[in-house]
């Protein structure tokens, strides 16, 4: 046998196990996966925990992929409940460092020269790490600049690859088999984690990313975004700036540093991103926020960062303006456009918990507001009336969540109203200047006189085919054999009807006419009539009553 089927084998087994340790025997069981016979007697030694402990543990426990796959469920607070997501959003990687020799030759590797040419110091004790790389401090020989050298540990995309195909499996087996967790599209959510996995393992798209938030805020007075070194980064090494200052998760109440001012400005930063840049970090969690000296905000690690479109930002502004003025029905119409939903759903009933939410809202003074709460009440709508967010409105929500929660970690009576007015309002402003409206007006025309040049095109199509006699409808009848018999049902009863009412109306000529021989004075075949009248005529009410229809 291949020893990468072997190889695969055994990770499958050692998968299994695990599962089945923390007490999901049962999603084993139901997966039906290949050899889990030997399974049967194992008992599961985790049932103390409740099931949101076990799942962390359990992911912690299956290594690098999972506790990645964990971390990237944790933006998704549209799919999962707000305890699973708080729990998963803990997720640690508990993963040594490599050994230098390895890291040397892979950084060697990725740089095609000697680590002693490009650096004039390179630490060997890394100063970062996590479940897909390690960061070490270096000086460039060249530029004499202090760097962060972030490089990919060796073999781990061939172990992503292998997890990733067995959590694939795994997750298409369950679809398929349980129709109660059809509804987290666990396909869907396997194909966004390789996508993102994918992502991250190419530190180029992270570069790019750095570069493309570094233009965004280059005269932002509140953030700083590390430079990077094109010129030596690879899909698996990265070269930054070296940021001096504190990580949020080092600072304490008793720190000199301004809390409040850090809060406000983290804060900021988030709403700026979401709302006029449209390009954010989906992951401003304390350990990948640094605070300058100079007092800025740096933040690090872009590996997942979120786009949204022109279009989405309307339909949020859009959502924002019906909040301001306590309408439900605009909220549910502003909803619908963003998750593009709305059929066979309760409208009624998704109205009112629209308007419980913004209840929720004007119930507290404008400086108690609280977004991430507002935000987690909105998901548990959308969850709960099966509506979709598009993958980075999801990441963008969680991003504002995390925001919203790390500033009032910082400073628990942050004033989100106040400290971003001025944002909010430079939003509307820009987005609503005449010059901008008139340009909106202009492409809307445009795309109105495009789609009348299609349909025009379409419908001359159309009717050159019916001249033609080459236009064919098809036709795709459901439930035929229904339709077929009910219409012969209703045929069979008016022929009846009509004989019957032939019957009753020939009788009564017979009677009133006496011919024929005649039974207790009367004609013998205008009774016989009558009588057979009254059978039919029973009968037919005995089946539409037994049938109940007319």
């Not at 040419?117 to 060249?142: C, N, T």
């Not at 195909?165 to 869907?188: T, V």
């Not at 899909?235 to 600072?251: A, D, M, N, V």
């Not at 939003?427 to 495009?450: A, E, G, N, Q, V």
């Amino acid at each position: 046998m291949h020893i990468k089927t072997i190889s695969m084998i055994n990770r499958v087994r050692e998968i299994l196990f695990i599962m089945i340790k923390y007490g999901f025997e049962d999603l084993v069981e139901k997966a039906e996966m290949p050899g889990m016979g030997i399974f049967k007697k194992l008992r599961p030694i985790r049932k103390e925990m409740d099931t949101s402990e076990r799942i962390v543990a359990m992911l912690e426990e299956l290594g690098p992929t999972f506790i990645k796959f964990g971390q990237i469920l944790s933006l998704r607070p549209d799919l999962l409940p707000v305890e699973l997501i708080d729990k998963l959003s803990r997720l640690q990687d508990r993963v040594g460092p490599e050994e230098y020799p390895i890291i040397k030759e892979a950084l060697e590797n990725s740089l095609n020269s000697d680590i002693n040419q490009v650096f004039s110091r390179f630490d060997i004790e890394p100063i970062a790490g996590g479940s897909l790389s390690q960061v070490h401090y270096a000086v460039l020989r060249e530029e004499g600049q202090k760097v962060a050298v972030k490089i990919r540990r060796p073999d781990i995309e061939r172990k992503v690859e292998t997890d990733l195909f067995i959590i694939g499996l795994i997750a298409k087996r369950l679809h398929n088999r349980i129709s109660e967790i059809r509804s987290y599209r666990l396909p869907d959510l396997i194909r966004e984690l390789k996508r993102i996995m994918a992502e991250e393992m190419d530190f180029r798209i992270e570069a790019k990313n750095l570069k493309i938030a570094r233009k965004n805020h280059i005269s932002d007075p509140e953030i700083y975004i590390p430079k990077v070194f094109d010129g030596y980064c690879t899909k698996e090494l990265l070269i930054t700036e070296f940021i001096e200052g504190k990580r949020l998760t080092e600072i304490g109440q008793e720190n000199s540093l301004d809390l409040h001012d850090i809060a406000r400005k983290g804060l900021r930063i988030a709403i700026k991103q979401a709302f006029i840049y449209g390009f954010f970090h989906a992951d401003p969690h304390p350990g990948n926020i640094f605070v300058k000296e100079d007092g800025k905000i740096c933040l690090l690690d872009w590996g997942i960062a979120g786009q949204i479109t022109e279009t989405d930002k309307e339909d949020l502004l859009r959502i924002l303006r019906a909040i301001a003025s306590k309408d439900s029905r605009e909220l549910l119409n502003a909803l619908f456009f963003l998750t593009g939903g709305g059929f066979g759903i309760q409208r009624r009933d998704l109205e009112r918990g629209l308007a419980s939410l913004i209840y929720m809202v004007y119930s507290e003074s404008l400086r108690d507001i609280n977004l991430g709460a507002f935000l987690r009440e909105l998901n548990k709508l959308i969850n709960r009336y099966g509506l979709t967010l598009p993958p980075d409105l999801a990441l963008m929500i969680k991003a504002l969540i995390t925001a919203d929660g790390t500033a009032r970690r910082l400073y628990p009576d942050i004033d989100l109203i106040g400290e971003t007015e001025d944002i909010i309002r430079e939003i509307y402003d820009t987005r609503y200047r005449p010059s901008l409206f008139l340009s909106r007006i202009k492409r809307h025309l445009s795309d109105t006189l495009i789609l009348q040049r299609y349909l025009i095109h379409r419908f001359s199509d159309i009717v050159e085919k019916i001249h033609l006699g080459e236009l064919n409808l098809r036709f795709e009848p459901h439930n035929i054999e229904n339709l077929e018999r009910r219409i012969e049902n209703i045929a069979n009863r008016i022929t009846l009807g009509i004989v019957l009412a032939g019957i009753i109306i020939g009788s009564s000529l017979i009677i009133s006419k006496g011919a024929g021989p005649l039974i207790f004075g009367m004609p013998l075949f205008g009774l016989a009539g009558y009588l057979l009248s009254l059978l039919i005529g029973i009968w037919i009410i005995y089946n539409i009553l037994r049938s109940k229809r007319l």
